[in-house]
Nanobody, 125 residues
Framework: QVQLVESGGGLVQAGGSLRLSCAAS????????MGWFRQAPGKEREFVAT????????DYAVAVKGRFTISRDNAKSTVYLQMNSLRPEDTAVYYC??????????????????WGQGTQVTVSS
C-alpha cells in the first residue's frame, strides 16, 4: 500500500507553466507504475500521463502530448508532471495514481488502486 500527496497546483495564465508533484509514502515506490489524471467540473475523469516503474516508458493523452512531461525520481519517491503552454481547457483537479500490478503503464483509471487527494490547476485566458 502507498499513500500519495499531490502539490504544485495553482492559478496561471494561458501559456504559462506549472510543475505538479506527487509524493509517495513507504519504501516500495519503485514497484508502482504511476499515472496522472484530471477532472474538470461536470466532466469525466480523464487520463493525462503515465510512467513505468523505472521511468523508461511513458504515454500521454493526445490533448497534452508535446506540452506535458511526466517523470519520476524513485530515490525521492516522487512523480512529477511538468505542464507547459497551459490552456484554459487544462483547468481541472489533477490526481496522481499508483498501481503495482500494471505491467508497464496504463491509461485506464480503473487499473490504479491508489489515489492522491488532488491539486487544483486553473488556467485563465
Amino acid at each position: 500500500q502507498v499513500q500519495l500527496v499531490e502539490s504544485g497546483g495553482g492559478l496561471v495564465q494561458a501559456g504559462g507553466s506549472l510543475r505538479l508533484s506527487c509524493a509517495a509514502s513507504g519504501r516500495t515506490f519503485r514497484n508502482y507504475a504511476m499515472g496522472w489524471f484530471r477532472q474538470a467540473p461536470g466532466k469525466e475523469r480523464e487520463f493525462v500521463a503515465t510512467i513505468s516503474r523505472g521511468g523508461g516508458s511513458t504515454d500521454y493523452a493526445v490533448a497534452v502530448k508535446g506540452r506535458f512531461t511526466i517523470s519520476r525520481d524513485n530515490a525521492k519517491s516522487t512523480v512529477y508532471l511538468q505542464m507547459n503552454s497551459l490552456r484554459p481547457e487544462d483547468t481541472a483537479v489533477y490526481y496522481c495514481a499508483a498501481d503495482q500490478s500494471i505491467i508497464l503503464y496504463s491509461t485506464d483509471s480503473a487499473k490504479y488502486d491508489f489515489w492522491g487527494q488532488g491539486t487544483q490547476v486553473t488556467v485563465s485566458s
